[in-house]
């Protein structure tokens, strides 16, 4: 069976928003992949869980914003998964579920410097490529210094991204709801309307 290219877009999406998905369409673009699969982290253990929404809110909003877009698809892999998300074992699975494909793992540059910390690091890099989108707040000199040392470290497979800078965060988007600030083009429409619907992230 001839096997796919698919990009993996992991994170809490607390909620999900527009420069998420510029990210995804910049990396199913410039590296050609059959399709982006979004995952919506379930209990992660690099965030306290009493701040993050429920994990079938984060699914339905995931969700509303990929379902316009066919190259776009949605997991709830993590979500069902019970104790903490890692990004090692989510990989696993992947991989398992899936041995003819190959996985791209999307993420946000910056987060090369800490990736060296995260649980099994070696397992993830031997488990995927990375596609890192290079962002105006970190050198990009400085990124591919640290590309560098991960795959001479760990045999990293690395390549960088470049897309438009976004400022826009999860953080802002709730703190813009609570305060009650329009979020209108912060994320999609569909998304604008289920936290107002349903009263999310009011404080």
Known sequence: MLGKTIGIMGGTFNPIHTGHLLLAQAALEEAELSEVMFLPSGISYLKAEEQVLSAERRLAMTKLAVEDNPA???SDMEIRRKGNTYTCDTLRQLRQEAPQNTFYFILGADCLFGMENWYRPQEI??????????????GEEALRIQADRLRERFGADIRLLHLPRVDISSTDIRERVEKGKSIRYMVPEKVRAYILDNNLYQG
């Open 72 to 74: 776009f698809t949605v």
């Open 125 to 138: 890099f031997d488990s995927c490529r990375i596609l890192a989108a290079v962002r105006d707040t970190v």
